[in-house]
């Protein structure tokens, strides 16, 4: 079981390590840092961790996110494929400027998740 990560996040938080790669299967982007947020709607990743893989590609029309203490700020999406734990998801993921990405209800509805937070551990159950 992955332990929550405490670096940069007060309280602890769940974190998982994806890879991310094209959806023809190539240019793969190992060890992406995803917070586990069940009240995200949507998977944004981390532009920092997946530039090589989007830098050909062409870029949505933004898209506006409002954050959960009201902040308003600006998304572009791609077509991408992502691996959690062993399980692969294809779509099309938002992008955002910030160095950990968020692992949203869209993927997260599609696993089983245990959340431990009294022993600050998850994992995907099988």
């Known amino acids: ?16 390590i994806v890879s991310v790669s094209k959806l023809d299967g190539s240019g793969d982007v190992t060890g992406v840092p995803m917070m586990i947020d069940s009240g995200a709607d949507v998977t944004l990743l981390p532009r920092k961790h997946i530039e090589s893989l989007i830098a050909d ?7 506006e996110l409002e954050g959960f203490d009201g902040t308003w700020t600006t998304a572009t999406s791609v077509k991408l494929a992502l691996r959690v734990e062993g399980r692969l998801f294809h779509g099309e993921f938002l992008v955002l400027d910030q160095e950990v990405g968020i692992l949203g209800r869209n993927v997260m509805n599609r696993l089983r998740l245990m959340l431990d937070g009294p022993n600050l551990k998850w994992e995907v159950v099988r």
């Open 1 to 16: 079981m992955p332990r929550y990560e405490d670096r940069g996040f007060s309280p602890p938080a769940p974190v998982a």
């Open 57 to 63: 590609e062409a870029e949505s029309q933004p898209f």
